[in-house]
């Protein structure tokens, strides 16, 4: 009798225990853009998907021991900046003059604060610079020469920029220069979306109920100028405030800014009241992709609901919410 109270009463304290844990999870993106399944062999596509798994699953087991949500989100971004499957870190694509100038940046949902950092070339980690802009600097954005100094004071990891090379990307950057001519820059709107696709991003609730975001990029193929994307831009490319929800962004970069897109999302989510479903479908298929802006968001918010939605063929992404297993796609179901 006494035996059956015992293991009523354990049964029930787990049962109310899982009841009560708080809401937690992970979503992320490894690049939108026009990714169809006729361009991978089975084993390629396995490859893209066990490395999103990889990356979600770091930032996971960071949540489910009760860590942060910041750290939840550079864990995984960190796993695709390594991974030369994407345009962020090793993997990133080409300028026009041949390097690689990388874009990226974190936002803590419970703070409001933020960093940022651009046209970076020897940072290995841009996302983990990023961090370090937001929590050891008094300023939101450091950009090229100045941000790696900084970099290099906080003993940030630094690289040669061929560090960066793959030679995926070196003949996506002497196709873009073939249909570039002269760097017109409307021909190099026009380019295929097959040479931006590829930058990551995470967005992570904690059992706190803390809210993140962060996205880190190589850009667009021949690029120059100093062209910047939406990446760094806190509102465009990443935002988070754990009051609406976690954004960040992948696609034709100059839309994404103009249309502030990741903070437009969580504002219509705080002052409408509409769900992240609503909000984001709004904002990627009725609000972007009238004007000419292609690309993709995902968004979690503070009670642990993702929602991935995305205007081009395909996007790279994954999540993993609660103790639910890892979901990973690629193209539209
Ligand atoms: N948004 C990035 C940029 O414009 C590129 C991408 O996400 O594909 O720099």
């Known amino acids: 009798m006494l035996r059956h109270f015992i293991v009523i009463s354990v049964l029930l304290a787990s049962y109310s225990a899982q009841a009560e844990e708080p809401p937690f999870g992970i979503a992320i993106h490894g690049g939108a853009g026009t990714i169809t399944r006729a361009q991978f062999s089975a084993e390629q596509e396995q490859a893209y998907k066990d490395k999103l798994a990889e990356a979600v699953e770091a930032g996971h087991a960071i949540l489910a021991a009760g860590g942060e949500s910041m750290d939840a989100v550079i864990a995984a971004i960190q796993v695709m900046e390594a991974s030369p499957f994407f345009n962020a870190g090793k993997g990133a694509v080409y300028t026009f003059d041949g390097g690689h100038e990388l874009d990226a940046s974190i936002m803590n949902g419970a703070t409001l604060a933020a960093g940022a950092v651009a046209g970076v070339t020897t940072v290995k980690s841009p996302i983990a610079l990023a961090r370090a802009v937001m929590e050891q600097s008094v300023h939101v954005m450091l950009s090229g020469k100045g941000a790696e100094q900084f970099a290099e004071q906080q003993g940030l990891e630094l690289v040669a920029n061929s560090y960066f090379n793959t030679d995926a990307r070196y003949q996506q950057l002497l196709e873009a220069k073939k249909r570039l001519g002269?760097?017109?820059?409307?021909?190099?709107l026009a380019l295929d979306e097959r040479f931006k696709y590829g930058t990551v991003g995470a967005v992570a609730l904690d059992k706190n109920g803390n809210?993140?975001?962060?996205?880190?990029?190589?850009?667009?193929?021949?690029?120059?100028?100093?062209?910047?994307?939406?990446?760094?831009?806190?509102?465009?490319?990443?935002?988070?405030?754990?009051?609406?929800?976690?954004?960040?962004?992948?696609?034709?970069?100059?839309?994404?800014?103009?249309?502030?897109?990741?903070?437009?999302?969580?504002?219509?989510?705080?002052?409408?009241?509409?769900?992240?479903?609503?909000?984001?479908?709004?904002?990627?298929?009725?609000?972007?992709?009238?004007?000419?802006?292609?690309?993709?968001?995902?968004?979690?918010?503070?009670?642990?609901?993702?929602?991935?939605?995305f205007n081009t063929e395909g996007m790279y992404r994954a999540k993993r919410v609660g103790n639910q297993p890892t979901e990973v796609s690629i193209y539209k179901n």
């Not at 696609?251 to 984001?280: L, P, T």
């Open 182 to 188: 002269v760097a017109d820059y409307q021909a190099y």
């Open 211 to 309: 809210l993140a975001a962060g996205t880190s990029t190589g850009g667009m193929t021949a690029k120059r100028w100093g062209r910047v994307g939406d990446a760094p831009i806190i509102g465009a490319g990443t935002w988070a405030d754990n009051a609406s929800c976690a954004v960040s962004a992948t696609g034709h970069g100059e839309y994404f800014i103009r249309y502030h897109v990741a903070a437009d999302i969580c504002s219509r989510v705080k002052y409408q009241g509409v769900d992240i479903v609503s909000a984001g479908d709004t904002v990627i298929h009725d609000v972007l992709l009238p004007a000419g802006g292609t690309g993709g968001v995902i968004i979690i918010d503070a009670a642990g609901n993702v929602h991935m939605p």
